[in-house]
């Protein structure tokens, strides 16, 4: 990996403004993993290496947000997706938006939300989030392959039980950033 996309990856997770102490642990370990010179990607499914680098993206408008139900996740959860070899996140955003959800041309602004998952207890997720407003009525065509559906749900009727375990405290920040 070249230094231009681990610094441009390290000023991305620097930039993020946590919402509280949690998120800046998150910030913090990620930062040091990032600066320690560790492989940032996933280069095999699913664990390799036990660390890496993945987004969410959550389309958004004033009322909710979108939510796909994931087929090997069992949640429902922001679309997104491990960012590839040599890949910025915000190019994965771009990628993934067309891949999962068939859409292209959308502005990927810079992300504004850090976590680190367990993941299945055999890996670790540093995932970027990223808020993008966009309108309901955009025609969607989800991955059939990937998830059971893709559905708009009011911000008060988001299925936290059954979904990523942060999505509760994403959407509390959300209240307190401009989007």
């Given at each position: 990996m070249t230094a231009a996309p681990r610094a441009a990856?390290?000023?991305e997770t620097a930039a993020i403004v946590p919402l509280d102490a949690l998120e800046a642990e998150h910030q913090h370990a990620a930062l040091a993993w990032i600066d320690s010179g560790a492989e940032l990607w996933r280069r095999q499914k699913p664990a390799t290496p036990p660390v890496h680098l993945s987004t969410y993206f959550a389309l958004l408008d004033d009322a909710g947000m979108l939510l796909v139900d994931h087929m090997n996740a069992g949640l429902w959860l922001p679309p997104g997706g491990h960012v590839d070899p040599g890949e910025h996140p915000r190019d994965t955003v771009a990628r993934e938006l067309f891949e999962e959800l068939g859409l292209s041309g959308i502005a990927v602004p810079a992300a504004s939300f850090i976590t680190l998952t367990a993941v299945a207890g055999?890996?670790?997720?540093?995932?970027?989030?990223?808020?993008?407003?966009?309108s309901r009525d955009l025609p969607l065509r989800h991955d059939q392959t990937e998830f059971r559906e893709a559905r708009w749900f009011d911000f008060d009727q988001l299925p936290h039980a059954d979904s990523e375990p942060h999505l509760a405290r994403f959407v509390a920040k959300l209240d307190k950033i401009d989007i």
């Open positions: 990856i390290r000023a055999h890996h670790q997720d540093v995932t970027l989030w990223y808020a993008l407003p966009v």
